[in-house]
Protein backbone atom coordinates (compact mmCIF):
# COMPACT_ATOMS: atom_id res chain seq x y z
CA UNK A 1 0.00 0.00 0.00
CA UNK A 2 1.24 3.65 -1.18
CA UNK A 3 0.41 6.01 1.73
CA UNK A 4 2.11 8.84 0.06
CA UNK A 5 -0.34 8.63 -2.71
CA UNK A 6 -3.69 8.73 -0.57
CA UNK A 7 -1.87 11.72 1.54
CA UNK A 8 -1.19 13.37 -1.34
CA UNK A 9 -4.97 12.69 -2.45
CA UNK A 10 -6.08 14.32 0.69
CA UNK A 11 -4.01 17.14 1.11
CA UNK A 12 -4.92 17.92 -2.60
CA UNK A 13 -8.56 17.48 -2.20
CA UNK A 14 -8.34 19.51 1.13
CA UNK A 15 -6.40 22.51 -0.79
CA UNK A 16 -8.67 22.28 -3.85
CA UNK A 17 -11.95 23.13 -1.33
CA UNK A 18 -9.98 25.31 0.71
CA UNK A 19 -8.62 27.72 -2.03
CA UNK A 20 -11.59 26.88 -4.96
CA UNK A 21 -14.65 27.52 -2.52
CA UNK A 22 -12.48 29.23 -0.60
CA UNK A 23 -12.24 32.05 -3.46
CA UNK A 24 -16.41 32.03 -3.40
CA UNK A 25 -16.76 32.27 0.50
CA UNK A 26 -14.03 35.43 0.84
CA UNK A 27 -13.88 36.65 -2.52
CA UNK A 28 -17.38 36.30 -4.26
CA UNK A 29 -18.93 39.46 -4.34
CA UNK A 30 -15.88 40.78 -5.89
CA UNK A 31 -14.86 38.25 -7.98
CA UNK A 32 -18.10 37.27 -9.02
CA UNK A 33 -19.09 33.36 -11.18
CA UNK A 34 -16.24 33.79 -13.43
CA UNK A 35 -13.70 34.71 -11.39
CA UNK A 36 -14.78 31.45 -9.13
CA UNK A 37 -14.49 29.83 -12.09
CA UNK A 38 -10.78 30.46 -12.92
CA UNK A 39 -9.90 29.78 -9.16
CA UNK A 40 -11.03 26.40 -9.47
CA UNK A 41 -8.78 25.91 -12.83
CA UNK A 42 -5.51 27.95 -11.64
CA UNK A 43 -5.81 25.70 -8.04
CA UNK A 44 -6.17 22.37 -9.97
CA UNK A 45 -2.97 23.32 -12.08
CA UNK A 46 -1.01 24.08 -9.35
CA UNK A 47 -2.19 20.72 -8.05
CA UNK A 48 -1.46 18.90 -11.04
CA UNK A 49 2.23 19.55 -11.29
CA UNK A 50 2.40 19.20 -7.66
CA UNK A 51 1.11 16.31 -7.07
CA UNK A 52 0.41 14.60 -10.43
CA UNK A 53 3.50 12.38 -10.33
CA UNK A 54 2.99 10.97 -7.01
CA UNK A 55 -1.06 9.99 -7.20
CA UNK A 56 -2.29 11.25 -10.75
CA UNK A 57 -3.63 14.21 -9.10
CA UNK A 58 -7.20 12.80 -9.12
CA UNK A 59 -9.08 14.85 -6.13
CA UNK A 60 -11.91 14.15 -7.58
CA UNK A 61 -14.01 10.75 -6.99
CA UNK A 62 -15.62 10.94 -10.03
CA UNK A 63 -11.98 10.62 -11.72
CA UNK A 64 -10.67 8.14 -9.36
CA UNK A 65 -13.95 6.03 -10.66
CA UNK A 66 -13.58 6.57 -14.28
CA UNK A 67 -9.53 5.39 -13.67
CA UNK A 68 -11.14 2.60 -12.52
CA UNK A 69 -13.72 1.64 -15.13
CA UNK A 70 -10.95 2.41 -17.95
CA UNK A 71 -8.73 -0.14 -16.24
CA UNK A 72 -6.13 2.02 -14.54
CA UNK A 73 -6.63 1.29 -11.07
CA UNK A 74 -8.00 -1.77 -8.88
CA UNK A 75 -11.34 -1.65 -6.83
CA UNK A 76 -9.05 -1.28 -3.16
CA UNK A 77 -7.05 1.54 -4.49
CA UNK A 78 -9.90 3.39 -5.82
CA UNK A 79 -11.47 2.97 -2.73
CA UNK A 80 -8.64 4.31 -0.70
CA UNK A 81 -8.57 6.88 -3.16
CA UNK A 82 -12.25 7.81 -2.29
CA UNK A 83 -11.82 7.66 0.99
CA UNK A 84 -8.47 10.39 1.14
CA UNK A 85 -10.51 12.73 -0.88
CA UNK A 86 -13.74 12.74 1.20
CA UNK A 87 -11.51 13.43 4.31
CA UNK A 88 -9.40 15.79 2.49
CA UNK A 89 -12.24 17.80 1.47
CA UNK A 90 -14.06 17.79 4.60
CA UNK A 91 -11.04 19.13 6.20
CA UNK A 92 -10.64 22.29 3.79
CA UNK A 93 -14.04 22.88 4.11
CA UNK A 94 -14.12 22.86 8.11
CA UNK A 95 -11.19 25.67 7.86
CA UNK A 96 -13.52 27.48 5.97
CA UNK A 97 -16.33 27.09 8.29
CA UNK A 98 -13.80 28.22 10.86
CA UNK A 99 -13.86 31.11 9.14
CA UNK A 100 -16.94 31.94 8.62
CA UNK A 101 -17.27 31.36 12.24
CA UNK A 102 -14.64 33.83 13.23
CA UNK A 103 -15.64 36.54 11.51
CA UNK A 104 -19.71 36.57 11.32
CA UNK A 105 -19.78 40.45 9.89
CA UNK A 106 -17.81 39.82 7.21
CA UNK A 107 -18.94 40.55 3.51
CA UNK A 108 -19.01 36.80 2.70
CA UNK A 109 -19.62 35.28 -0.72
CA UNK A 110 -20.72 32.11 -2.22
CA UNK A 111 -23.68 32.31 -0.04
CA UNK A 112 -27.56 30.57 -1.07
CA UNK A 113 -30.35 31.02 1.57
CA UNK A 114 -28.66 29.57 4.76
CA UNK A 115 -25.63 27.83 2.95
CA UNK A 116 -22.43 30.04 2.82
CA UNK A 117 -19.96 27.81 2.30
CA UNK A 118 -20.02 27.56 -1.26
CA UNK A 119 -22.12 24.55 -0.91
CA UNK A 120 -23.56 22.58 -3.99
CA UNK A 121 -27.25 23.39 -4.08
CA UNK A 122 -29.99 24.46 -6.81
CA UNK A 123 -29.59 27.78 -7.52
CA UNK A 124 -32.77 29.83 -8.46
CA UNK A 125 -35.22 28.70 -11.06
CA UNK A 126 -33.21 25.47 -11.48
CA UNK A 127 -34.57 22.09 -11.12
CA UNK A 128 -33.15 18.71 -9.84
CA UNK A 129 -33.53 17.27 -14.11
CA UNK A 130 -31.63 19.97 -14.98
CA UNK A 131 -28.83 20.26 -12.37
CA UNK A 132 -28.68 16.50 -12.95
CA UNK A 133 -28.27 17.04 -16.49
CA UNK A 134 -25.89 19.83 -16.12
CA UNK A 135 -23.64 17.40 -13.86
CA UNK A 136 -23.43 14.46 -16.23
CA UNK A 137 -22.56 16.59 -19.34
CA UNK A 138 -20.05 18.63 -17.47
CA UNK A 139 -18.04 15.77 -15.51
CA UNK A 140 -18.36 14.06 -18.98
CA UNK A 141 -16.33 17.00 -21.08
CA UNK A 142 -13.89 17.49 -17.85
CA UNK A 143 -13.10 13.87 -17.78
CA UNK A 144 -12.88 13.06 -21.15
CA UNK A 145 -10.25 16.04 -21.18
CA UNK A 146 -8.50 14.22 -18.10
CA UNK A 147 -8.47 10.73 -19.84
CA UNK A 148 -7.42 12.48 -22.82
CA UNK A 149 -4.56 14.37 -22.29
CA UNK A 150 -3.45 11.70 -19.83
CA UNK A 151 -3.65 8.61 -22.20
CA UNK A 152 -0.11 6.79 -22.37
CA UNK A 153 -0.31 6.61 -26.15
CA UNK A 154 -1.82 9.67 -27.37
CA UNK A 155 -1.50 11.97 -24.12
CA UNK A 156 0.31 15.68 -24.00
CA UNK A 157 2.54 14.94 -21.53
CA UNK A 158 3.87 17.61 -19.38
CA UNK A 159 1.27 19.96 -21.35
CA UNK A 160 -1.85 17.79 -19.63
CA UNK A 161 -2.24 19.89 -16.35
CA UNK A 162 -2.26 23.08 -17.82
CA UNK A 163 -5.23 21.39 -20.26
CA UNK A 164 -7.08 19.70 -17.02
CA UNK A 165 -7.31 22.89 -15.05
CA UNK A 166 -8.71 25.25 -17.70
CA UNK A 167 -11.55 22.51 -18.23
CA UNK A 168 -12.27 22.33 -14.49
CA UNK A 169 -12.62 26.31 -15.08
CA UNK A 170 -14.67 25.89 -17.76
CA UNK A 171 -17.27 23.40 -16.23
CA UNK A 172 -17.39 26.26 -13.27
CA UNK A 173 -18.17 29.24 -14.95
CA UNK A 174 -20.75 27.20 -17.29
CA UNK A 175 -22.54 25.18 -14.14
CA UNK A 176 -22.04 28.11 -11.14
CA UNK A 177 -25.55 29.42 -12.37
CA UNK A 178 -27.24 26.38 -12.02
CA UNK A 179 -26.15 24.64 -8.91
CA UNK A 180 -22.37 26.16 -7.82
CA UNK A 181 -20.69 23.61 -10.33
CA UNK A 182 -19.76 19.98 -8.62
CA UNK A 183 -18.65 17.63 -10.90
CA UNK A 184 -16.86 16.52 -8.00
CA UNK A 185 -18.46 14.18 -5.14
CA UNK A 186 -15.78 15.33 -2.43
CA UNK A 187 -16.07 19.08 -3.45
CA UNK A 188 -19.66 18.77 -2.77
CA UNK A 189 -19.09 16.46 0.57
CA UNK A 190 -17.08 18.72 2.06
CA UNK A 191 -18.82 21.86 2.11
CA UNK A 192 -21.74 19.96 2.85
CA UNK A 193 -20.79 18.40 6.40
CA UNK A 194 -20.30 21.64 7.51
CA UNK A 195 -24.00 23.32 6.17
CA UNK A 196 -25.96 20.46 6.63
CA UNK A 197 -29.05 21.82 4.85
CA UNK A 198 -27.32 21.41 1.26
CA UNK A 199 -27.37 17.74 1.64
CA UNK A 200 -31.07 17.74 -0.07
CA UNK A 201 -29.09 18.34 -3.20
CA UNK A 202 -26.27 15.83 -2.44
CA UNK A 203 -27.61 12.97 -4.22
CA UNK A 204 -27.53 14.74 -7.67
CA UNK A 205 -23.58 15.59 -6.86
CA UNK A 206 -23.15 12.15 -6.41
CA UNK A 207 -25.02 10.76 -8.79
CA UNK A 208 -24.22 13.38 -12.07
CA UNK A 209 -20.25 13.15 -11.75
CA UNK A 210 -20.28 9.41 -11.48
CA UNK A 211 -22.44 9.15 -14.44
CA UNK A 212 -20.87 11.25 -16.20
CA UNK A 213 -17.16 9.32 -15.50
CA UNK A 214 -18.54 6.44 -16.72
CA UNK A 215 -19.78 7.75 -19.73
CA UNK A 216 -16.67 9.49 -20.14
CA UNK A 217 -14.45 6.57 -19.81
CA UNK A 218 -16.83 4.42 -22.37
CA UNK A 219 -16.49 7.18 -24.56
CA UNK A 220 -12.79 7.14 -24.53
CA UNK A 221 -12.13 3.70 -25.00
CA UNK A 222 -14.44 3.90 -28.17
CA UNK A 223 -12.43 7.02 -29.14
CA UNK A 224 -8.65 6.36 -28.50
CA UNK A 225 -7.66 3.37 -30.54
CA UNK A 226 -8.62 5.34 -33.86
CA UNK A 227 -6.43 8.13 -32.48
CA UNK A 228 -2.73 8.25 -33.96
CA UNK A 229 0.26 10.36 -32.92
Known amino acids: MNIKKYLAEGIGTMFLVLLA ?3 AVLAGPSIGGYGIGVCFGL ?4 LCYCIGNISGCHVNPAVSFAMWVSGKMKLPEMLCYWVAQFIGA ?3 AGFLYWFVDMAPGFNFGG ?3 DNNLATNVLQAGATPGMALAVEVLLTFFFVFTILGTTDEN ?3 GKFAGLAIGVALGLV ?4 IPVDNCSVNPARSFGPALWSPGAFGDFWIMVVGPLVGALIAAVAWKAVAPYLKK
Do not use: D, E, P, R
Open 111 to 113: ITG
Open 90 to 92: AVG
Open 172 to 175: NIVG
Open 21 to 23: CGS
Open 154 to 156: HGF
Open 43 to 46: VLIC
